[in-house]
């Protein structure tokens, strides 16, 4: 389901949200591997979350945002489709949830700030059931990661962060990876 009022809010208050491609991918996954239990590294406005927590094998969603801002309207959002028993919403630093998490998770959707993705990565592991899977997003970056477009200076930190990600879950014998071009790019690791 494709939640058309929160596109619009998103696109009208200059939001970015998870691509429909994307989040068709993500509903697809969760359908068919009977996902249970999900982490959102990056809440934005709930988009996503409220997406994946309408598939009926989903029973609990934790999700991170540090902007209060959207944190409060995610809150809206989540009410507004009655999903407050199962999403849990928190506004803190994904680092600091992530240290402090004692949870494991069937699927975790990596949203958040991208130059972190490789830094999050051993403990995201560590979260995961087995079998579980990590999708992150936005792995081509418009186009900078894989080098089609020029990363100006403000973005190489993050593009860096990017590739290093993308190298990790590539070259690590205990992680299937694989990587597709839909949206912004995604790469769907699971656990061997």
Not at 10 to 15: D, G, L, R, T, V
Not at 159 to 174: C, F, I, K, W
Request: glycine content about 6%; proline content about 3%.
């Amino acid at each position: 389901m494709i939640l058309t009022a929160l596109k619009v809010y998103a696109k009208q208050n200059n939001i970015p949200i998870t691509k429909d491609e994307t989040m068709e991918f993500i509903i697809d996954y969760i359908n068919t591997h009977k996902v249970e239990t999900v982490l959102e590294i990056g809440t934005a406005i709930a988009y996503g979350s409220i997406n994946m927590a309408m598939c009926d094998s989903v029973k609990k969603i934790d999700t991170v945002e540090i902007s209060t801002d959207n944190y409060r309207q995610a809150l809206i959002n989540i009410a507004k489709y009655n999903l407050l028993d199962k999403i849990d919403a928190r506004l803190i630093d994904a680092k600091w949830f992530l240290e402090e998490c004692d949870k494991k998770y069937d699927l975790i959707y990596l949203d958040g700030p991208k130059g972190q993705y490789i830094n999050y990565l051993p403990r995201l592991l560590e979260l995961l059931n087995p079998n579980g899977t990590i999708i992150a997003d936005n792995i081509f970056f418009h186009g900078m990661v894989n080098g089609e477009v020029v990363t100006p200076s403000s973005c190489r930190s993050m593009v860096n962060g990017l590739r290093q990600y993308v190298d990790a879950v590539t070259h690590n014998d205990a992680l299937e990876t694989h990587i597709y071009s839909m949206g912004d790019g995604i790469a769907v690791t699971r656990l061997k």
